[in-house]
């Protein structure tokens, strides 16, 4: 049984930190590319990083870039969002996701853990 199950959802002032967890069970990732996909209400889902399980390069959104950091602990089969300097349009359900790095296609999706920041 494949799980990603996120966590550390919450409420943070604007400013603030939340650190995001997804943990990856049920298979081997290692040929994956593992990301942090958001919705906020009445509107459409946005990637917002993502890395591969092997490493390599992180990707980041415009809108991210230089307050989120991705990262894995290959260990403990968990992928991480440190997200600091928060603002009031992060406001969203943190989704994580997975595909094969030779696929388009996210095979695998977590439940999703919200994040609400106050201003």
């Known amino acids: 049984q494949v799980q990603l199950v996120e966590a550390g959802g919450g409420l943070a002032q604007a400013g603030g930190s939340l650190r995001l967890s997804c943990a990856a069970s049920?298979?081997?990732?290692?040929?994956?590319?593992m990301a942090w996909f958001r919705r906020a209400p009445g509107k459409e889902r946005e990637f917002v990083a993502g890395?591969?399980?092997?490493?390599?390069?992180?990707y980041y959104s415009d809108s991210v870039k230089g307050r989120f950091t991705i990262s894995r602990d290959g260990a403990k089969n968990t992928v991480f969002l440190q997200m600091s300097s928060l603002k009031p349009e992060d406001t969203a359900v943190y989704y994580c996701?997975?595909?094969?790095?030779?696929?388009?296609?996210?095979?695998?999706w977590g439940q999703g853990t919200q994040v609400t920041v106050s201003s």
């Open positions: 996701g997975a595909r094969r790095v030779d696929s388009a296609l996210y095979e695998y």
């Open positions: 049920g298979r081997t990732f290692s040929s994956y590319f």
């Open positions: 890395i591969r399980w092997s490493g390599g390069t992180p």
